[in-house]
């Protein structure tokens, strides 16, 4: 009863969200209600509501992520005013002619920006919005592709600040245990062909390409075919860079205009991730990674990209005037997603405050078997990651557990462990890509410039296929032990169901 109680205010949010379609005034519901539960009464509740929202802005973790997005948004405008975003359409389109191949090009620029998955959002958002734009692409579609290989990219490597937290992580988790010949960085490595669901929905995006589109992404592609509607009459995108910012010259800027910029977030990203975890003094790329503080390492990032826009346009004789309002315009354009972060960061504090994910926990351990261990670890994962928005959350809530647990379960053998690991991580990012609240799909509607309730409920149908087949492999896991066999199957399952939905899509086109 209390597992159920404690999941009311997340799954308030996210049944509000998609029946209103309005974000923002469910997630402030949902938390009232979480406040309703916590403070015994329904006035109490609303000062208990406004704690949360104060307990969330102050946080400097948090803090540093608004004035991060606030950043990426101004860096953007920049890349928009003088002209880059622009000559990089044009560059592009000489040499892509199709929506597939546009889309195509988004999946393989989404996989090379590994290393996190929020500068991977900026990067890729900015280089195909207005090339999917010019092929009919809706802007659910784009979301989605942006959205199916950022978190899973950055989970599976080979280096990024993601997998720093994960090993350090499994570091925490395996102090204790009676053996030391494990290498956390060795186990996470091992656990990889584990994590089914994001070695899948990176498989699902060249899959559906080739296949055809379904459910309510079918609709949202065909309206973009028929009408030139991006976005669906009555959606509001979380940002629109180029209707906020209006229309840039012809010819105003070139390619560099939009590479330089790039070059200098991905460069000082990578130094400060390197920097604030302790390389200047020594640490492995690993180490620092474990210890790097990814908030402060972006910030510098993104304020380096605002300086090079900035300078950019000074460059162009743009005035100090302009340049000051494109600044600004490049904030408000990211408001709405900031209100929605404080948002969805409060309802983190409610399930934390509710003890989600430990009344989650406690209901299954008494099931938990070493044939069932993984299957029921990725379950759990799914809904902790889910309720509460985050994957990150979820993994730090289920590692510590789940990796003794395997241990002791198996008898020290380490290939449950490793299983377990992969299980936990992959049940994370499903979550993570299904719930509204989450950072990462709010960061995907933002730079596809999408509605997000709309990004939601086309992404849904598609990333429970690879959840499905995630869930049917660790069932098989019983009885195949070849992980390798179970991912080729997998992959060949995951192929077949695709294809059959596509052609009902088609079908349903014709008809």
Same mark, same amino acid.
């Given at each position: 009863?209390?597992?159920?109680?404690?999941?009311?205010?997340?799954?308030?949010?996210?049944?509000?969200?998609?029946?209103?379609?309005?974000?923002?005034?469910?997630?402030?519901?949902?938390?009232?209600?979480?406040?309703?539960?916590?403070?015994?009464?329904?006035?109490?509740?609303?000062?208990?509501?406004?704690?949360?929202?104060?307990?969330?802005?102050?946080?400097?973790?948090?803090?540093?992520?608004?004035?991060?997005?606030?950043?990426?948004?101004?860096?953007?405008?920049?890349?928009?005013?003088?002209?880059?975003?622009?000559?990089?359409?044009?560059?592009?389109?000489?040499?892509?002619?199709?929506?597939?191949?546009?889309?195509?090009?988004?999946?393989?620029?989404?996989?090379?920006?590994?290393?996190?998955?929020?500068?991977?959002?900026?990067?890729?958002?900015?280089?195909?919005?207005?090339?999917?734009?010019?092929?009919?692409?809706?802007?659910?579609?784009?979301?989605?592709?942006?959205?199916?290989?950022?978190?899973?990219?950055?989970?599976?490597?080979?280096?990024?600040?993601?997998?720093?937290?994960?090993?350090?992580?499994?570091?925490?988790?395996?102090?204790?245990?009676?053996?030391?010949?494990?290498?956390?960085?060795?186990?996470?490595?091992?656990?990889?062909?584990?994590?089914?669901?994001?070695?899948?929905?990176?498989?699902?995006?060249?899959?559906?390409?080739?296949?055809?589109?379904?459910?309510?992404?079918?609709?949202?592609?065909?309206?973009?075919?028929?009408?030139?509607?991006?976005?669906?009459?009555?959606?509001?995108?979380?940002?629109?860079?180029?209707?906020?910012?209006?229309?840039?010259?012809?010819?105003?800027?070139?390619?560099?205009?939009?590479?330089?910029?790039?070059?200098?977030?991905?460069?000082?990203?990578?130094?400060?991730?390197?920097? +604030?975890?302790? $390389?200047?003094?020594? =640490?492995?790329?690993?180490?620092?990674?474990?210890? &790097?503080? %990814? *908030?402060? @390492?972006?910030?510098?990032?993104?304020?380096?990209?605002?300086?090079?826009?900035?300078?950019?346009?000074?460059?162009?004789?743009?005035?100090?005037?302009?340049?000051?309002?494109?600044?600004?315009?490049?904030?408000?354009?990211?408001?709405?997603?900031?209100?929605?972060?404080?948002?969805?960061?409060?309802?983190?504090?409610?399930?934390?405050?509710?003890?989600?994910?430990?009344?989650?926990?406690?209901?299954?351990?008494?099931?938990?078997?070493?044939?069932?261990?993984?299957?029921?670890?990725?379950?759990?994962?799914?809904?902790?990651?889910?309720?509460?928005?985050?994957?990150?959350?979820?993994?730090?809530?289920? +590692?510590?557990? $789940?990796?003794?647990? =395997?241990?002791?379960?198996?008898?020290?053998?380490? &290939?449950? %462990? *490793?299983? @377990?690991?992969?299980?936990?991580?992959?049940?994370?990012?499903?979550?993570?890509?299904?719930?509204?609240?989450?950072?990462?799909?709010?960061?995907?509607?933002?730079?596809?410039?999408?509605?997000?309730?709309?990004?939601?409920?086309?992404?849904?149908?598609?990333?429970?296929?690879?959840?499905?087949?995630?869930?049917?492999?660790?069932?098989?896991?019983?009885?195949?032990?070849?992980?390798?066999?179970?991912?080729?199957?997998?992959?060949?399952?995951?192929?077949?169901?695709?294809?059959?939905?596509?052609?009902?899509?088609?079908?349903?086109?014709?008809?």
């Amino acid at each position: 009863m209390d597992a159920l109680i404690s999941l009311l205010p997340p799954l308030a949010a996210v049944v509000l969200a998609l029946a209103t379609r309005r974000v923002n005034v469910s997630l402030f519901v949902s938390i009232w209600l979480g406040g309703w539960l916590v403070a015994g009464n329904p006035i109490a509740a609303v000062g208990q509501t406004f704690d949360w929202f104060a307990e969330v802005m102050t946080d400097e973790w948090n803090a540093r992520f608004l004035v991060l997005v606030a950043l990426l948004g101004a860096g953007a405008a920049f890349m928009h005013r003088t002209g880059g975003s622009q000559a990089l359409a044009h560059a592009l389109s000489k040499r892509i002619h199709s929506g597939r191949a546009s889309l195509l090009f988004t999946w393989v620029l989404g996989v090379v920006i590994f290393f996190n998955d929020y500068v991977n959002s900026v990067i890729v958002g900015n280089a195909t919005r207005d090339l999917t734009a010019r092929q009919r692409q809706s802007r659910e579609k784009l979301a989605w592709v942006m959205d199916a290989t950022s978190a899973p990219m950055a989970t599976l490597g080979p280096v990024s600040d993601w997998i720093g937290y994960q090993v350090s992580l499994i570091a925490g988790a395996l102090v204790g245990l009676s053996f030391s010949s494990a290498e956390p960085y060795r186990l996470f490595l091992q656990s990889i062909p584990w994590n089914f669901y994001a070695l899948l929905c990176l498989a699902s995006v060249p899959m559906i390409l080739l296949a055809g589109d379904f459910g309510p992404m079918a609709q949202a592609q065909r309206r973009a075919a028929e009408t030139g509607e991006l976005v669906a009459p009555g959606d509001t995108p979380l940002s629109n860079v180029d209707a906020d910012l209006g229309e840039v010259p012809e010819g105003r800027g070139r390619l560099w205009h939009f590479v330089l910029p790039l070059v200098v977030l991905i460069s000082v990203a990578c130094w400060g991730l390197w920097y +604030t975890g302790g $390389g200047a003094e020594g =640490a492995t790329v690993i180490d620092a990674l474990a210890d &790097t503080d %990814v *908030s402060v @390492a972006l910030s510098w990032a993104a304020f380096a990209m605002v300086v090079t826009g900035m300078s950019m346009a000074l460059l162009q004789r743009q005035s100090l005037k302009d340049c000051e309002e494109t600044l600004l315009a490049g904030f408000r354009t990211m408001l709405p997603a900031l209100a929605i972060m404080v948002l969805a960061w409060s309802i983190g504090t409610v399930t934390g405050a509710l003890d989600t994910g430990e009344h989650v926990i406690n209901v299954t351990r008494d099931w938990l078997s070493p044939a069932l261990l993984p299957l029921l670890i990725f379950l759990i994962a799914m809904v902790i990651s889910f309720a509460t928005g985050s994957s990150w959350g979820a993994m730090a809530i289920l +590692t510590p557990i $789940g990796v003794p647990l =395997a241990f002791e379960l198996s008898g020290g053998d380490m &290939t449950l %462990v *490793s299983m @377990a690991i992969g299980a936990i991580f992959s049940g994370s990012i499903f979550g993570d890509h299904c719930s509204p609240i989450s950072d990462t799909t709010v960061m995907a509607s933002i730079f596809a410039g999408s509605d997000h309730i709309a990004h939601v409920r086309t992404q849904i149908p598609y990333a429970l296929i690879p959840a499905i087949v995630s869930a049917l492999l660790y069932v098989a896991s019983m009885v195949i032990e070849s992980v390798w066999l179970l991912l080729a199957a997998g992959l060949v399952v995951q192929f077949g169901v695709i294809m059959v939905l596509g052609r009902s899509g088609k079908s349903s086109d014709s008809g």
